[in-house]
T-cell receptor
Framework: DVKVTQSSRYLVKRTGEKVFLECVQDMDHENMFWYRQDPGLGLRLIYF???????EKGDIPEGYSVSREKKERFSLILESASTNQTSMYLC????????????FGPGTRLTVL | AQSVSQHNHHVILSEAASLELGCNYSYGGTVNLFWYVQYPGQHLQLLLK??????LVKGIKGFEAEFIKSKFSFNLRKPSVQWSDTAEYFCAVNVYNAGNMLTFGGGTRLMVKP
């Protein structure tokens, strides 16, 4: 079974703090994704990566950056957290094949005070 | 950019009722279509997917979906829901020449009353 794990289930940070969210997958997937999930808005893509050190902006990259130094690990960074970044963050991975299923982690619920 | 619409945000049904959740997308080219489900406190998981072939797709737990290209729709159905189907359901679209990115709908929260 594919397993995608995220470093924290719940996180509380203060405005202006630097926040790191980590995601690890164990199936040697080329693609990895970060989404944020908000009620009524579904999942919105923040960034994705199709290979080590490669990244592409998604629909809402502002205020975020990412890092992929190893194939299995994809980090989301909030350089200076703001209250409007309070959300559920989901990581996913997939094989590179077009249209392939994405496998999701359990999510990190981030609250920025 | 493509968009995905799920018109029902909240649905409440009694057990044994039939379910149909609407999903419409805006892109006119070749697409791959997905329904994901998120049970309370659990990971988002794949319910079913359509790539090509028979437009009526069967998934897990008795769910099915029908791709109607002329209507840009991929509605999810289940003939008889159970209390355990209480969850949030997301429709997603992958545009064929856009790599592996998915565009998700806003989700539909289904509550099934026992």
């Amino acid at each position: 079974d594919v397993k995608v794990t995220q470093s924290s289930r719940y996180l509380v940070k203060r405005t202006g703090e630097k926040v790191f969210l980590e995601c690890v997958q164990d199936m040697d997937h080329e693609n990895m994704f970060w989404y944020r999930q908000d009620p009524g808005l579904g999942l919105r893509l923040i960034y994705f990566s199709y290979d080590v050190k490669m990244k592409e902006k998604g629909d809402i990259p502002e205020g975020y950056s990412v890092s992929r130094e190893k194939k299995e690990r994809f980090s989301l960074i909030l350089e200076s957290a703001s209250t409007n970044q309070t959300s559920m963050y989901l990581c996913a991975s997939s094989f590179r094949l077009v249209g392939n299923e994405q496998f999701f982690g359990p999510g990190t619920r981030l609250t920025v005070l | 950019a493509q968009s995905v619409s799920q018109h029902n945000h909240h649905v409440i049904l009694s057990e044994a009722a039939s379910l149909e959740l609407g999903c419409n997308y805006s892109y006119g080219g070749t697409v791959n279509l997905f329904w994901y489900v998120q049970y309370p406190g659990q990971h988002l998981q794949l319910l079913l997917k359509y790539f090509s072939g028979d437009p009526l797709v069967k998934g897990i737990k008795g769910f099915e979906a029908e791709f109607i290209k002329s209507k840009f729709s991929f509605n999810l159905r289940k003939p008889s829901v159970q209390w355990s189907d209480t969850a949030e359901y997301f429709c997603a679209v992958n545009v064929y020449n856009a790599g592996n990115m998915l565009t998700f709908g806003g989700g539909t929260r289904l509550m099934v009353k026992p």
